[in-house]
């Protein structure tokens, strides 16, 4: 079956150090979204990716980055972690069009210390 | 403001109760989404829906386009239901709800 796998699970870091959450996804779908997800918020888009090689900034990008180099993967960079990024990650797809229901992973909870 | 908007943020429930979530959005939409997340868990896709009412097992979801209204029933609530309900709505982008966090006491 396909699915979409987010590794790892659980992560704690320290401020200032760079981390990358991955994201793989097997539905072999064109849109792959980043999302964190806090206490009080709904679900916030930090990047958005559309096909190989594009990438687009989301309502909360600052210290994020994605690359998108083959359909899969859409790994997340924090580029020097800060503690305001303790969050939960959550990594979706979806096969395009604005009628397509979104795919979610499990998630990747992590702790900024 | 938020673009989408649920009602109530909490919701406590005895078992067998029918159970109201509802969702209301600002943003003109082409598709509503209702979210489940269990706690811990992940989060799967219950319902997307543009127009009417669609229904799964003991769950039904409509809409009301003209009013940008949407609710999430469900019938004989049971306490594996306790989860966090999100709608969700694309427009130019996909805009979420904060969740309704749903317990079903036995």
């Known amino acids: 079956d396909a699915e979409i796998t987010q590794s790892p699970r659980h992560k704690i870091t320290e401020t200032g150090r760079q981390v990358t959450l991955a994201c793989h996804q097997t539905w072999n779908h064109n849109n792959m979204f980043w999302y964190r997800q806090d206490l009080g918020h709904g679900l916030r888009l930090i990047h958005y990716s559309y096909g190989v090689h594009d990438t687009n900034k989301g309502e909360v990008s600052d210290g994020y980055s994605v690359s998108r180099s083959n359909t899969e993967d859409l790994p997340l960079t924090l580029e020097s972690a800060a503690s305001s990024q303790t969050s939960v990650y959550f990594c979706a797809s979806s096969r395009g069009g604005p009628n397509s229901p979104l795919h979610f992973g499990n998630g990747t909870r992590l702790t900024v210390t | ?106």
Request: aromatic fraction near 8%; charge should be neutral.
């Open chain 2, 1 to 106: 403001k938020n673009e989408v908007e649920q009602s109530p943020q909490n919701l406590t429930a005895q078992e067998g109760e029918f159970i109201t979530i509802n969702c209301s959005y600002s943003v003109g939409i082409s598709a509503l989404h209702w979210l489940q997340q269990h706690p811990g868990g992940g989060i799967v896709s219950l319902f997307m829906l543009s127009s009417g009412k669609k229904k799964h097992g003991r769950l039904i979801a409509t809409i009301n386009i003209q009013e940008k209204h949407s609710s999430l029933h469900i019938t004989a609530s049971h306490p594996r239901d306790s989860a966090v309900y999100i709608c969700a709505v694309t427009g130019n982008q996909f805009y979420f709800g904060t969740g309704t966090s749903l317990t079903v006491i036995p």
